[in-house]
């Protein structure tokens, strides 16, 4: 089955309305500079979304090793239950919240600052972003924190360290594979992510999947809309890349102890 | 290790992510009782008349029983395939194994807005309808991966000693099947099954390209109506999603644990 999706992923490629072989549309995706721009973009939201989501979510893993088992067991529920219920409700819980009269705004002219729009800025995509993907960062840092031999850290507060140096000489370079591993993978899913930048960014934001949507389903420029795909499939492909190359190195420096 | 009060704080801030956390899905269900006519939060109000307007739309009830069968259909056909390529890859050493499992992990790195256009293409050229079979399809490809991990890992589990006593007291290959690796992997049966349904109700990314107007699943109604609307009647229909998830969640919390599902212990 996934043979046959290989293939016609293949066929996607070059299947034209007008069956030619052509490099016109990685040429117009590639060097022309709104496109650039958009690709650009959707780099950036990619990157900025996957560093917040490690930040937000890196605590919450670190606490789920010293909680007591029903907290964890809270804990985890409240995390993951968000991702049993349709991306698209979720956002929309998010456009509420951060549109027109909502949540923030009424926050914000409460302290006497009107005139502040959240809805259709990329803040609001990052956002709902590292809303969504925040699970995925903690199951990656938690597994590996939990890999770790939980005297390690008493070890070095016996010796003397203290709860900074601990963190950053200890846990930190041990969660290293789960840090690396979080990032990526949230890279990945965000540079793809479709609904939320559709949703909350409005129609004036555009990133590759939002293009690739309108020029298939809109303009029906399916050759254009695939050159789109392979690129992303490209960028998502490097990036798994990395983090297969990021694992085997872990694994490596690992197995000498 | 830590002291109480970095504990303390570590806690209050897993506390507050949390919150964050289900926010959006809190907001979603507190303002579907709103009784003004305009997405509003907090909501003016109270009253369930977004409820009745919701069910008055044929198009969402039609597109919620659509999503229902599709989502049965999938995780179904997706389990039991699962089921046999799990078999497959973890009782049998034979070539070509570790490019095969890697092949059906495949789908889980792609994702899915560009599976499905693959998918919409591959249809086009093939002359094949879209309808709720081609969506299903893209739904089982999507899910199968998923279906494929758990049931490998309650297979893994399993002493394949148990299999061979029973062969050897003289049960054919269907009743050691029959009596004793399917009960013993049920768990993962079941997880897979739960899992799947979730996968496929809540997609977007694949269906959007595969539903026609006459045949569009749930998410993807929701999606266009949001695209074109702004008011409160997309909430009622939403809350309604997310009770249903939020029983099965309670449902699956108490036979399976969810924690232990991803890998958590």
């Known amino acids: ?257 | 290790m830590i002291s109480d009060r970095i504990r303390r704080w570590l806690g209050i801030y897993a506390g507050v992510i949390c919150l964050l956390s289900v926010l959006p899905v809190l907001v979603i269900v507190i303002e579907s009782f709103t009784a003004s006519d305009y997405v509003v939060f907090p909501p003016k109000g109270f009253s369930t008349k977004w409820y009745f307007a919701a069910a008055q739309r044929r198009e969402f009830l039609e597109s919620a029983g659509l999503s229902l069968v599709v989502a049965f259909l999938s995780s179904c056909v997706a389990t039991i395939l699962g089921t046999l390529v799990a078999l497959a890859l973890v009782r049998h050493r034979f070539f070509g194994r570790a490019i095969l499992q890697a092949l059906f992990m495949a789908p889980l790195s792609l994702p899915g807005i560009i599976f499905g256009l693959a998918l919409l293409q591959f249809l086009a050229m093939h002359a094949i309808p879209r309808d709720i079979f081609a969506v299903a399809t893209g739904h089982v490809v999507i899910t199968l991966p998923f279906a494929i991990r758990f049931i490998t890992v309650s297979l893994a589990g399993i002493a394949p000693e148990l299999e061979l006593a029973a062969q050897s007291l003289g049960a054919d290959r269907w009743a050691v099947f029959r009596r004793i690796t399917l009960p013993l992997i049920r768990p993962g049966f079941a997880a897979s099954l739960v899992f799947a349904f979730i996968l496929s109700f809540d997609d977007v990314a694949v269906a959007l390209f595969l539903t026609t107007p006459t045949s569009m699943t749930l998410p993807v109604r929701i999606y266009v109506y949001i695209d074109q609307n702004y008011d409160p009647l997309i909430t009622a229909v939403s809350a309604v999603v997310v009770i249903a998830a939020f029983l099965a969640l309670a449902v699956m919390e108490r036979t399976l644990g969810i924690g232990r599902l991803f890998g958590l212990r």
């Open chain 1, 1 to 257: 089955m996934t043979l046959g999706l290989n293939s016609f992923y293949d066929y996607g490629r070059m299947t034209g309305i007008i069956e030619i072989f052509t490099l016109k549309n990685y040429q117009r995706l590639w060097f022309d500079s709104y496109y650039l721009a958009i690709i650009g973009r959707t780099f950036r939201l990619a990157g900025i979304t996957a560093i917040i989501t490690l930040l937000v979510g890196y605590p919450v893993a670190l606490y789920l090793t010293i909680a007591s088992a029903r907290a964890k067991s809270w804990v985890i529920a409240l995390i993951l239950s968000p991702l049993l219920i349709s991306v698209i409700v979720r956002t929309f819980g998010w456009a509420i919240v951060l549109g027109k009269n909502g949540l923030l705004e009424q926050f914000f002219s409460g302290f006497g600052i009107a005139d502040i729009h959240f809805l259709h800025t990329e803040a609001a995509i990052v956002v709902g972003l590292v809303n969504v993907l925040t699970p995925f960062v903690v199951l990656a840092v938690a597994t590996s924190l939990q890999a770790m031999d939980q005297a390690v850290p008493l070890a070095a507060t016996s010796l003397g360290a203290g709860p900074w140096q601990v963190f950053r000489r200890i846990l930190l370079p041990l969660s290293l594979p789960g840090i690396t591993a979080g990032l990526l993978i949230t890279f990945g899913l965000a540079s793809a992510s479709f609904v939320t930048p559709a949703v909350l960014g409005g129609s004036q934001y555009k990133v590759l999947s939002v293009i690739m949507y309108q020029q298939a389903i809109v303009l029906q420029n399916w050759p254009f809309a695939a050159a789109i795909a392979v690129t992303l499939t490209l960028i998502v492909l490097v990036v798994q890349g990395l983090q297969t190359r990021f694992a085997e190195r872990a694994d490596y420096r690992a197995a000498p102890q």
